[in-house]
């Protein structure tokens, strides 16, 4: 039996195609085809794979939207290491959305499919967005529905490939989600960008991977099936401000604040530069860093066999912090063929990522309970894309 | 009895103004010919949403927050 986190296609997804052109109301996106391979490899976890991203509009008012991407897995983490062996996997997910522009008010209307062999996600969502106040506003709600088909994978005598799985089905979750949203025109050079997200989930919740750590009367460390509530409220609210700088460069930097009912406390701080060099290139860095607290049924080991209702020892749900410092450059060209084509980018961008644990112990080292190091890891994530405007 | 009145015409005429203003369309205090820097690609909150979709998603599966990040998500939540 393997032991790790099963693919939950969120839904917030939805927001991708819904608030993108959120600083540029009343007008649809542009019309252009990204290629993008993307690239993690870090805590023991490596993916990779494409992600198509192709909009097109095909009346004055009416642009159509489809995403393809893939996650190729390979996995031999923490969790795995402890208590399972190595596996490889493969999602995939696909969406289909539309935009509809009338007068000053455009509405979005889309569906998600997630599949992998343990999970299967449904989203369906809708956004409306209205711009006002002489376009210095623009205002847009959004509301989406999620679907969840969760399973537990098995394998027939160790043969950890497609050949010998075995899928369980365990269990449902279902997903509300609504989003409301502001971008403000400040002055000339500053614009500003609020964001409030309510999500409510309901059944499956928890992972059929994990188990929960436990001092047996012998003073030894056992496992037990982890349990989790069933239902799960979150809110989240954000602020952006964009500044164009005299120099022909611009600042941003972001905060966020979560809170959830199951005591999860999350801040997030970004930061980024924006630089356009010589005629065609356009460079950028970021920071970003990010902290939470342990949800209230959360515990690295507990003192004893069922010794509370909701026990989880998901490093997920656990109290720690991350740092992300990224680079990015972007080269401009305009293909002479074929002529339909406006313009393209050539864009490479890289983030490390460092994550830190406060109360999740690396017991793949082995030791007695009080010895064990904590976990923390290094990840690299490697973007390489190609953009067209046509 | 002078005064009184004075004090309350004056604490009550910025309300005056108030709902005056509220008659008349908001203008924009910035007008769409001083809008050249902000019509910059580099202004974009999100120039690349294939990019910071799968980025969104990279935190989203290893972070207990999410949401509200004013573009994308995506959900692997492999380890």
């Known amino acids: 039996m393997r032991w790790r986190c099963g693919i939950r296609a969120r839904t917030v997804t939805a927001a991708l195609f819904a608030l993108t052109a959120v600083s540029r109301a009343a007008v649809l996106p542009d019309d252009r085809a990204d290629l993008l391979f993307h690239d993690w490899d870090g805590g023991g976890v490596t993916v990779e794979g494409p992600s ?20 190729m897995i390979s996995s031999a983490s923490v969790d795995v290491l402890s208590t399972a062996s190595p596996y490889k996997e493969k999602r995939t997910q696909g969406s289909l959305s539309a935009d509809y522009l009338h007068g000053n008010t455009i509405y979005s209307l889309g569906y998600i499919e997630s599949n992998e062999p343990d999970y299967v996600s449904r989203t369906g969502f809708f956004s409306v967005s209205q711009s006002m106040f002489g376009d210095l506003t623009t205002v847009s709600f959004g509301f989406t529905r999620g679907w969840d088909h969760v399973g537990e994978d098995s394998y027939r005598d160790g043969h950890y490939e497609d050949g010998g799985r075995v899928t369980t089905w365990v269990g449902d979750a279902d997903h509300r989600n609504w989003q409301a949203s502001l971008s403000q025109v400040l002055t000339r050079n500053l614009l500003l960008g609020l964001n409030f997200e ?45 500044y164009y700088l005299p120099w022909h460069a611009a600042l941003d930097g972001s905060y966020r604040i979560y809170h959830d009912t199951w005591g999860i406390l999350a801040h997030t701080l970004g930061a980024g530069y924006t630089q356009p060099l010589f005629t065609n290139w356009t460079f950028n860095g970021t920071v970003r860093y ?17 010794s509370q209702n909701f026990m989880s020892r998901d490093r997920e749900l656990a109290q720690f912090q991350d740092w992300t410092l990224g680079l990015g450059a972007s080269w401009q060209f305009h293909p002479g063929w074929p002529r339909w084509i406006e313009k393209g980018t050539l864009n490479l961008s890289y983030n490390r990522l460092h994550v830190a644990y406060d109360d999740f112990h690396n017991f793949t080292v082995g030791g007695s309970p009080s010895g064990v190091p904590l976990y923390g890891f290094d990840a690299n994530v490697t973007q390489i894309f190609i953009s067209f405007w046509y | 009895m002078a005064q009184r009145r004075l004090a309350i015409m004056a604490m009550l005429a910025p309300l005056a103004a108030l709902l005056l203003c509220g008659c008349s369309p908001l203008q924009p205090w910035v007008k769409p010919y001083e809008r050249e820097h902000l019509a910059d690609p580099i202004m974009s909150f999100d120039p690349n949403p294939v990019s910071s979709t799968y980025l969104d998603h990279v935190f989203e599966v290893r972070e207990g927050a999410r949401g509200a990040t004013g573009s994308v998500g995506g959900g692997c939540g492999c380890n």
Do not use: H, W
């Open chain 1, 52 to 71: 198509i991203l192709v909009r097109k509009k095909v009346t004055d008012s009416l642009s159509l939207a489809a995403n393809y991407y893939v996650d």
């Open chain 1, 290 to 306: 990010y902290r939470q607290s342990a949800a209230t049924f959360y515990s690295d080991l507990f003192p004893f066999e069922d």
């Open chain 1, 198 to 242: 309510t999500d409510e989930s309901d059944g499956y919740l928890q992972s059929p991977y994990r188990s929960a750590r436990y001092l047996n009367p012998e003073g030894m460390v056992q496992t037990e099936a982890q349990v989790t509530p069933n239902t799960r409220t979150g809110n989240a609210g954000s602020a952006q401000l964009k």
